[in-house]
C-alpha cells in the first residue's frame, strides 16, 4: 500500500468522504484505507497517486506528502 498525509482528517465522516471520492472516479473496488488518528490514507501499490492526489485535493483533503 502506498501512504499519503492528509492533515485534514478529522473524523469518520472525513474518512467516508476520502474514501467516495477515490472510489467514484477509481471504481467501487478500489483498495482504500484511510486511518483517521494517523491522518494517513492508504491505496493499492497500482494506484496512480497523482490522481489520487488530485481527487483528493478536489474533495478538500490536500495532500501534505507522500510516505515512504
Known amino acids: 500500500m502506498q501512504r499519503?498525509?492528509?492533515p485534514?482528517?478529522?473524523?469518520g465522516g472525513c474518512a467516508t468522504a476520502v474514501t467516495r471520492a477515490i472510489r467514484e472516479h477509481m471504481g467501487?473496488?478500489?483498495e482504500v484505507e484511510v486511518d483517521v488518528a494517523?491522518?494517513?490514507v492508504r491505496v493499492s501499490d497500482s494506484t496512480d497517486l497523482q490522481v489520487v492526489t488530485f481527487l483528493l485535493h478536489g474533495a478538500g483533503y490536500p495532500v501534505e506528502?507522500?510516505?515512504e
Open 4 to 6: 499519503l498525509k492528509v
Open 8 to 11: 485534514n482528517l478529522h473524523c
Open 28 to 30: 467501487a473496488k478500489a
Open 38 to 40: 494517523a491522518k494517513e
Open 65 to 67: 506528502r507522500v510516505l
